[in-house]
């Protein structure tokens, strides 16, 4: 080790000097003990404050308790005119079946297109995000497609007729070597 540190350069030698100090001393106490280094999956310590609450000081647990929870309603109203609509979206989505999700989803987008003014836009939300779910599946399938068909092709994966038949003088001639 002093051999390589002879040969690099004085910065160099500081930095590794400094930082094989810090190792050394990193997990001792002033009185020269190791302390344990935790490791993640140890019990917790049962005298921290932290395993019991009511130890902590009563301010700091009313401050705690004292925040407003968001609560979410049982039945959410996603939109007024097309709530039913989107569940059937959702229930579609759901199921894995994009394609008829994405058609009752133009379906609605359309007949909101066609209303005079403004467009909802939790309408245009869904239809957007489930044209791009529709095609990044339909992306997906194709990709999947395509190696299944790569992966039988291969020449890492040869059949056993294809090793029988395979050509043996295939590739760059043999070298000829010449003697001196």
Not at 61 to 87: G, H, M, N, Q, W
Not at 132 to 145: C, G, N, P, T
Not at 161 to 171: A, F, K, M, V
Request: glycine residues 4%; contains cysteine; aromatic residues 8%.
């Amino acid at each position: 080790m002093s051999v390589f540190l002879v040969k690099c350069q004085t910065g160099l030698y500081v930095i590794i000097t400094c930082l094989l100090w810090v190792l050394n001393t990193s997990c001792k106490t002033s009185s020269g003990q190791v302390n344990e280094v935790p490791v993640a999956g140890n019990t917790p310590d049962p005298t921290s404050p932290l395993t019991h609450p009511e130890s902590l000081p009563q301010e700091a647990t009313s401050a705690i308790e004292d925040k407003p929870r968001l609560k979410v309603p049982d039945k959410v109203i996603y939109s007024e005119k097309y709530d039913a609509e989107f569940r059937k979206i959702f229930e579609l989505a759901n199921a894995g079946r994009w394609e008829e999700a994405e058609i009752f989803a133009t379906e609605v987008y359309d007949r909101e297109n066609a209303t005079p003014g403004l467009l909802d836009t939790n309408v245009e939300r869904v239809y957007r995000w489930v044209s791009k779910q529709s095609q990044i599946i339909r992306q997906q399938a194709l990709e999947d497609k395509i190696r299944e068909i790569d992966s039988k092709n291969s020449v890492f994966s040869p059949t056993v007729n294809s090793l029988i038949t395979e050509q043996t003088d295939r590739g760059l001639p043999p070298r000829k070597w010449q003697a001196k």
